[in-house]
């Protein structure tokens, strides 16, 4: 397969290089320890971590005046692209600094001090956004902060926090206001960086990792806030005011996750084409067999549809121009995609596939999760009709 088929003129000569070194590294240091570590659910190392630092991976879509490449959405999610293709949970923790959440929230003389540490590598972060009752509806969470003394006291349950343990803090979104309008809820939601020891949890907060079925080489926590004391400077920007913040930005998190479903895809494709043609059956290579083919052709188109509207997408959003509608359609498209490709590619290797012995079975159990985080399949398909036939009374 050429993933570079059909660019339709959207690849420059410096995207192609961006491109290309991702590819190479991803290949060279990323699949080898991928293959390695994710059937033990190992975690990736932190030499790795260093190296894509060194890369400026953390930095793709940070200004330069901070320290970043200072590119935009579309040269971030290639490089996405090619580190999924390797492994997912790679091709993710980059969003630790391109995405930084809350970021609109810090203050100029906060980004100048936190941004360039981000870049290095030096202060990476965990997300605990989501609760047990709450799920994607982030307006219902009931994890709340209270003033105590000079500072702020947490308690309350998080669920779905990856890398709790090997960050260097946690953002926490939080209730700071006493009543909840139903028709209202994001109003009275906080935001507060929690700086912790990498290895540990912070103090007042215990934790248990989520027996997940993949998504492997970074755990994933469910964390118990109990009376987490944290300093007034933990909360960051307005009191109360921090779910709009949040929702900005949803555009390039829809990208992103569209760019890995495509990385896995890819991955599974590429296997499933050399393996088709290493496996013989009936006295033939099966790639000699008409309905693999067609199989393999059809997989292969799919793709490069998600690429191609991925690109598109990105080049909006690098535009400035609101594009929420297209944002939801091609993290609907490609991660639907994904699971059917990588579903696909399985069926082709055959009893082979259900094995560890193959990359196959890894992009096939992270495909299925694209469908399911940074917004559902179905709340995506919410997004897209409501944009075209306006919202149902009520909802």
């Known amino acids: 397969m050429n993933p570079s088929a059909g660019n339709n003129g ?49 930095g793709i879509t940070v200004p330069e005046s901070y320290g970043g490449l200072g590119l935009g959405c579309f040269e971030y999610c290639l490089v996405a692209e090619e580190l999924s293709r390797a492994w997912m949970s790679v091709g993710s923790i980059i969003a630790r600094g391109n995405t930084f959440m809350g970021s609109q929230l810090l203050s100029e003389a906060q980004k100048r001090e936190i941004f360039p540490r981000v870049i290095r590598g030096e202060y990476l972060g965990a997300l605990a956004l989501s609760e047990p009752n709450a799920g994607s509806d982030l307006a219902n969470i009931s994890c709340r902060a209270r003033r105590s003394g000079d500072g702020w006291a947490i308690t309350g349950n998080k669920y779905w926090c990856t890398f709790a343990d090997g ?62 004391q944290v300093p007034a400077s933990a909360l960051i920007g307005e009191e109360g005011k921090a779910f709009a913040a949040f929702s900005r930005g949803l555009e390039t998190y829809r990208a992103h996750t569209a760019a890995r479903a495509i990385g896995l895809a890819r991955g599974a494709l590429e296997d499933a084409i050399a393996y088709a043609k290493e496996r013989s059956q009936f006295g033939h290579p099966i790639a000699e067999f008409q309905s693999i083919r067609f199989r393999i052709a059809t997989m292969a188109s799919e793709i490069e549809a998600a690429r191609q509207l991925m690109y598109h997408v990105c080049t909006e959003i690098d ?22 490709v990588c579903s696909e590619a399985l069926q082709i290797f055959g009893g082979a596939g259900y094995t560890k012995l193959h990359a196959v079975e890894r992009y096939w159990r992270d495909a299925r999760l694209t469908k399911i985080f940074e917004g559902t399949s179905e709340i995506q398909q919410r997004i897209i009709s409501d944009n075209l036939l306006g919202r149902v009374p009520g909802s």
């Open 10 to 58: 959207y690849l420059t000569e410096e995207r192609r290089l961006i491109r290309d070194t991702a590819r190479e590294f991803s290949m060279q240091e990323v699949l080898p320890l991928a293959n390695r570590l994710d059937p033990e659910q190992g975690d990736m190392p932190r030499e790795l971590i260093q190296k894509m630092a060194d890369l400026g991976y953390f």
């Open 167 to 228: 960050a260097d803090y946690i953002y926490v979104l939080v209730r700071t206001g006493e009543s909840i309008d139903p028709k209202r809820k994001h109003v009275g939601i906080s935001a507060f960086m929690i700086d912790k020891p990498r290895g540990e949890l912070p103090k007042g907060v215990k934790g248990s990792a989520i027996p997940k079925i993949g998504y492997f080489g970074w755990k994933t926590w469910e964390l118990a806030f109990d009376d987490c």
């Open 319 to 340: 535009s400035g121009r609101r594009c929420d509608t297209e944002a939801a359609m091609v993290k609907l498209f490609a991660t639907e995609m994904s699971e059917r």
